[in-house]
């Protein structure tokens, strides 16, 4: 049974941290790239932030850059996002996604996470 599994979410005052995390299951995490999205009420899921299977190469939507960090730990089949200096527009729910780099499979999805910055 395919699985991502998505915590570390929660409330958090502006400037503050939090780090998600994505636990696979189910599927050969090392052949999959890797990313997080969000979505905030009422507005369209956007791509935060991307990783390669090795985790060689990162990519970060420009509202997240230099704030956020992504990165994965293939030996524990685990994704997670480093977020730094949290806004209140970060608020939303952040998913785990991942989609075959190599080979064939297919494309899973997480449940979500929910994180709020508000003071």
């Known amino acids: 049974q395919v699985q991502l599994v998505e915590s570390g979410g929660g409330l958090v005052q502006p400037g503050g941290s939090l780090r998600l995390s994505c636990a696979a299951s189910g599927f050969t995490f090392s052949n999959y790239a890797m990313r997080w999205y969000r979505q905030a009420s009422g507005k369209e899921r956007e791509l935060v932030a991307r990783i390669t299977r090795a985790g060689g190469v990162t990519n970060y939507a420009d509202s997240v850059k230099g704030r956020f960090t992504i990165s994965r730990d293939n030996a524990k089949n685990t994704v997670y996002l480093q977020m730094n200096s949290l806004k209140a527009e970060d608020t939303a729910v952040y998913y785990c996604?991942?989609?075959?780099?190599?080979?064939?499979?297919?494309?899973?999805w997480g449940q979500g996470t929910q994180v709020t910055v508000s003071s």
């Open positions: 996604n991942g989609v075959p780099q190599i080979g064939v499979g297919y494309e899973y």
